[in-house]
């Protein structure tokens, strides 16, 4: 089992930028793909990003692709989602989240196995 923590969110004008963390701890995160989600108020939880268990592969929202990039840092057992270009629609409850199936990235909430407790990210225009 793995426990996962974020931080980064916070308040950010139109256009900037806030990288968010996610700390894994319990078993180690090489061992799961990670990915990002959001969830904007009235809305369903939305894929935004993910990452192998190695780091090698990566995979985005196509509303996010360009803009953001998620990178993990194994001997911190940290996954990170650096968002530049900021936008108003961007603003949500930020997910970090575990998959135990490492065959391929997935962008089905539903799929992962562990998941944070959300961090907000405003982005004001």
């Known amino acids: 089992q793995v426990q996962l923590v974020e931080s980064g969110g916070g308040l950010v004008q139109a256009g900037g930028s806030l990288r968010l963390s996610c700390a894994a701890s319990g078993r180690t995160f090489s061992s799961y793909n990670m990915a990002w989600f959001r969830q904007a108020p009235g809305r369903e939880r939305e894929f935004v990003a993910a990452?192998?268990?190695?780091?090698?592969?990566?995979y985005y929202a196509n509303s996010v692709k360009g803009r953001f990039t998620i990178s993990s840092d194994s001997a911190k057992n940290t996954v990170y989602l650096e968002m530049n270009s900021l936008k108003s629609v961007d603003t949500a409850v930020y997910y970090c989240a575990a998959d135990r199936d490492t065959t391929w990235l997935r962008r089905e909430s539903f799929r992962y196995d562990y998941w944070g407790q959300g961090t907000q990210v405003t982005v004001s225009s």
């Open positions: 990452i192998s268990w190695s780091g090698g592969t990566t």
